[in-house]
């Protein structure tokens, strides 16, 4: 089942409303209290909309991960940083109160059955909750940190499979809210200015969350809002576009679906499906997140390889010379990029763990988590997730996820060929550049930056469509 023309659908209305949000937001900025207001008003009235939808429970939750961040930086300049764990831990509390209520409904819809891929995520999760127990000294709230970034994906996967849900408009909706997304970070990074996070409350915010080390920015900014990457090229820093996630590198990757299906998706409109890729496009480059942009040239050469018609295959083959040609002059010249190393060092130091521990460390021991916040004991390197699930998990955390993501990939390819359905090949595809990238990043794999896409997956693995 195709998804027909967005302009032909029964809009969700969430594009509306957020501008809405958006222009409230923008009047707004110096009375905090009166934006939050607005906002919540906003989206209570959206939850009343939609809630006769059958996809309200995904709704719900891409709202909270657009919205989380936002909420929290405007709480915590309020002075409210009880508030921000609270928002943060209302979000969680969500998911797995979804995953566990609808699991055990799973009997009424013989869709929603559990399965080999089910079985290989609920013994992942076994896994990891031994390692809460493993013994390596560290308190537990430094232990919950890493293990809650490494069962994020794998819970979010069973949500989107067991919560009620419907492919149908996903997608498209889905690529209509990232339009206002990537509008809004035009206004904030063109217009609106650092100032504008710095009177919203963002370095309240990132002491709140105990990340004072990242915001190493004018007036306590994070870091990362300016990419030092280009700087032997430009001679300056680059800003980058955040929007309402307040992060570049997690806004780069939430585009990654929405841009691909710009392209790939039943959009019958010819005009709009150029503007839909142009836009997005231009809002990807802006956040400069190149992990990013490569996960989507990586789905984008795996669509057109597994498409049926021979043309698109020639194509890729094409580009991925193209593509391989320039990778290998960036990587002969990495030392130019300042933060490749550390990227390329994030995956190779936890590769060498294993040799020593094949278990791995345990919870704590790796990562950019494990080096935010276990101050007293050593860490292995960030910046690569694979490699921080190498350094804690060892071989086992490792191969059990890697062979549940294979199994959803293969089984979202398996349902592209018998019902030519590109959403199945489009999420594919995204999956499929996003892990691979998290070789080399550790933000590829997060709630915010890739959470729409494990929930995708577990949404259209389980509809039925396609066998």
């Known amino acids: 089942m195709n ?5 032909n659908k029964k809009p969700i209305k969430i594009g509306g409303i957020i501008v809405l949000g958006l222009v409230a937001g923008v009047a707004s900025v110096l009375w905090q209290l009166y934006l939050i207001f607005i906002l919540v008003t906003i989206l209570l009235i959206l939850l009343f909309i939609n809630w006769k939808n059958k996809n309200k429970f995904i709704y719900l939750l891409l709202i909270m991960i657009i919205f989380q961040n936002f909420f929290a930086i405007i709480l915590s300049g309020l002075g409210k940083p009880l508030y921000v764990t609270l928002l943060i831990s209302l979000k969680e ?60 994906p794998v819970i979010l996967f069973l949500f989107g499979y067991f919560t009620i849900s419907s492919p149908i408009n996903l997608l498209a909706s889905y690529t209509r809210i990232s339009l206002v997304i990537v509008a809004f970070g035009f206004i904030e990074s063109w217009i609106l200015g650092d100032e504008f996070w710095i009177d919203l409350g963002i370095k309240h915010y990132m002491e709140n969350k105990g990340m004072s080390l990242w915001a190493y920015g004018t007036q306590g900014l994070p870091g990362n809002f300016y990419t030092f990457d280009f700087v032997y090229f430009t001679g300056v820093a680059l800003r980058r576009m955040v929007s309402f996630i307040a992060d570049p590198t997690l806004l780069g990757q939430f585009l990654v679906v929405p841009l691909l299906y710009s392209v790939f998706g039943e959009i019958k409109n010819h005009r709009e499906k150029i503007f839909y890729a142009v836009f997005l496009s231009v809002g990807l480059f802006m956040t400069l997140s190149k992990g990013a942009i490569l996960s989507v040239l ?17 194509f890729a083959l094409f580009l991925s010379y193209i593509f391989i040609f320039f990778m290998l002059i960036i990587l002969s010249n990495y030392q130019l990029f300042s933060s490749l190393p550390a990227h390329f060092n994030g995956f190779l130091s936890n590769l060498a763990v294993v040799e020593s521990y094949p278990l791995g460390l345990g919870l704590g021991r790796s990562g950019n988590f494990a080096n935010l916040y ?15 699930m190498l350094g804690q998990t060892g071989i086992a955390g490792t191969f059990l996820f890697l062979l549940l993501i294979i199994l959803v990939i293969w089984s979202l390819v398996k349902k592209y060929t018998k019902d030519n359905d590109n959403n199945f090949l489009i999420i594919a595809g995204a999956l499929t550049g996003t892990v691979l990238i998290s070789l080399i990043s550790e933000s590829a794999i997060s709630f915010i930056s890739s959470g729409m896409i494990f929930v995708l997956a577990g949404v259209y693995l389980s509809s039925g469509i396609g066998e």
């Open 298 to 314: 990586i789905g984008f050469l795996f669509i057109l390889f597994l498409k049926k018609d021979r043309s698109s295959q020639l």
């Open 374 to 388: 276990n101050t007293g004991d050593s860490s292995e390197a960030g910046e690569s997730f694979i490699g921080a």
């Open 3 to 7: 998804e027909v023309s967005i302009k």
């Open 93 to 152: 509390l969500y998911v797995y109160g979804c995953v566990f209520f609808f699991c055990l409904l799973k009997k009424k819809n013989k869709s929603k059955r559990l399965n080999i891929i089910n079985w290989l995520a609920f013994i992942y999760l076994s896994v990891i909750a031994l390692y809460f127990i493993f013994p390596n000294n560290l308190p537990l709230f430094v232990k919950s940190i890493s293990g809650r970034q490494l069962i994020m």
